[in-house]
Each structure stands twice: as C-alpha cells, then as structure tokens.
C-alpha cells in the first residue's frame, strides 16, 4: 500500500522559505552584505588594502568611531538625537590632558575626572530632554558649540604635551597583533547587544522609542530610561577621547571630533536605527561603522582626493536616511 504526499498548497510556506524571507527582511543583511562587498572590492583594487598594516590602522580607527557610534545609537533608539558626540569627544581630549599635565594628577585619575565631566554633561542632555521638555536637537547642539568654545579657551591655539605614557599604551598597543582600542570596543559593543536584547532595562528602551505613550501605560519610567542613554553617549564620547589622546601623543585641539557627529549618525541608520526611535540592533551600528572605515580608508588607499571624502560619506548617509525612511512607509503599511 502506497501513500502519496499531498502537494504544498498555492501560498503555503515552507519553512525554509520563511527563513530566507525572514534573513532578507533582516535589516542588518544588506549592510553586512556591502561590507563585504567593499572590502572583496578594495582588496583587489589594491592588494596592500588587505594588508596586516592597513587593517591594524582600521582597527584603530574603527574603535574611535565605533564608540561614539553605539553611544549615538543608544541615544537614537529612545527617539532622540545627540549632535555634541564629537565635539564633547574633542573637548574630552583636552581636558583629559588638562587634568594630567597641567594639574598633575595620574593619568587614571584624570581619565575619570573627565568621564565625570562628560557623565554630569548627559546627565544634563537628559534632563533638559525629560524635565524641561526641550527639543534634544537644540539641546545637544548648544553643548556642540559650548564644547568647541571650551576647547579653545583651554588650550588657546596650542597643544598641551608631556602626556603620561599611559595612554599611549592604550591607544597605541597591540594584544596578539589586535590593537587594544579595537578590544576595547568589541567589549563595549558586546556589552551594549546583552544590556538592549537581553535585558529587561533594554527592551524598555525600545518601548520607550517606539511608543512613548504606551510605554509610559505599561508603567515604564521612560524618562529614566531616556536619561541614562543620555549619560552613557556622553560617557562613550569620553572614553573614545582617550583613545583618541594615546594616538595623537599630545592634548590638541585642531579637529579633533569635528564633524564625527555625523559619521556616528550615519553609521547608526546604515545600521539600521531607525531615526524615529524603537528599531534597531547593535549588530547592525558595528556594521554600518565598519562600512563606513572600509569607504573612508578605502578612498585613501586608492589616493583619491580628500575633498571628495565627505562628498561621498555624505551620499551615503542621504542614502542611509532614504532607505530608513522607505523601510518605516513598508512597515507602516504592512500594519
């Protein structure tokens, strides 16, 4: 006796069709599917591209951009915006040098006499945002431009040097050939993926950016959620600077963070954040900034001219925002 299998239905589906449907409605597939494409790319437009050398120098960049990125996108997540990342990284910079060389203190001392400084300024972005209800545009965008002006006061157009060697051992050694920044910001990003998918504290933040108003129904105390997003991207600005600091050997303020604000930005929406809060994955922010290392170190193997970097990194972001803004209207109409 023989059994006949009935035929798959018109419309049913298989379960590995909806695997693949659900891998290609992933939004991080498509960013890391560019990265690898940019690099197999670069990689054979330029062999030393590839090199042990030039991926150890994007390592190290990456770190720096990288950190301000996740803190960004911690902030993005609850539906606000934070444009001070860089120049409070610039600022942090100084006063970390500050504190060491002209106040004397340890270097560890003066790292976290900055972190202090740099926590109390999110603290700050924080309360303005929940308390006083203002705009966090404008908020962060003031600090943007009184953390430029502190700079410049501080060091009145020279650098400080005689830096303790500390912090050239941590932002310019290597572990096993792997630069230690990059360690470091593996550790804060994996850090920042179990806080957001595996903890209660974290997924109130996405219900927090996602529906304000229902979040605070089911009881969440979205302000303090929002607060402390606030505090950990300005803590995150901090941390990156000494980074920062161990590379440059010296306290100086000639463009340093100028502009990273909106390469955190960018990397944070290729990655998948969603600008209007409550999307997005910290896989997806390590994508979209190694995407955008892999660009910009890319167009300095090739020698391209400099002037075109931002030209092209901004391309990308316009691009990264169109696509952001199609991805909602789909999702908008699929509900």
């Not at 157009?157 to 920044?181: E, K, L, N, R």
């Not at 990003?189 to 129904?217: D, H, I, K, S």
Request: charged share 10%; aromatic share 6%; proline share 3%.
């Amino acid at each position: 006796m023989t059994t006949q299998t009935a035929p798959l239905r018109e419309g049913v589906e298989t379960p590995s069709r909806h695997r693949l449907r659900a891998l290609v409605e992933t939004p991080e597939v498509g960013v890391v599917a560019a990265c690898v494409a940019v690099f197999v790319a670069l990689t054979l437009a330029r062999s030393t591209f590839a090199g042990a050398v030039n991926l150890q120098g994007m390592g190290f960049d990456l770190a720096q951009y990288g950190l301000i990125a996740i803190g960004e996108s911690l902030v993005i997540l609850t539906g606000g915006i934070d444009l001070s990342v860089g120049a409070l990284l610039g600022t942090s910079v100084i006063l970390m040098s500050w504190f060491n060389v002209r106040a004397g203190l340890p270097a560890g001392v003066a790292v976290i006499a900055t972190l202090a400084i740099t926590g109390l300024v999110g603290l700050w972005h924080g309360l303005a945002v929940t308390r006083l209800k203002m705009p966090p545009f404008v908020v962060t965008l003031v600090t943007y431009t009184v953390a430029q002006g502190v700079t410049l006061a501080i060091t009145s157009g020279t650098s400080i040097v005689g830096i303790s060697g500390f912090f050239g051992d941590v932002g310019q050694t290597y572990i096993a050939q792997i630069p230690v920044p990059l360690i470091l910001f593996v550790i804060v990003a994996v850090l920042a993926w179990f806080f957001l998918e595996r903890t209660y504290a974290g997924r109130q933040v996405y219900a927090v950016g996602g529906n304000p108003e229902a979040a605070r129904l089911a009881g969440i105390r979205g302000d303090r959620r929002v607060v402390t997003m606030y505090v950990a991207s300005s803590l995150l600005s901090g941390l990156a600077s000494m980074l920062v600091l161990g590379r440059m050997g010296v306290g100086s303020a000639s463009g340093v963070g100028v502009g990273w604000e909106l390469s955190a930005i960018a990397a944070a929406v290729i990655g998948g954040v969603s600008l209007v809060g409550g999307q997005g994955r910290i896989v997806g922010i390590v994508a979209g900034t190694i995407l955008l290392e892999l660009i910009n170190n890319g167009l300095t193997t090739l020698q391209v001219n400099s002037d075109y970097t931002n030209i092209v990194l901004g391309g990308v972001l316009g691009i990264a925002i169109l696509a952001d803004r199609l991805r909602a209207q789909h999702l908008a109409r699929r509900t």
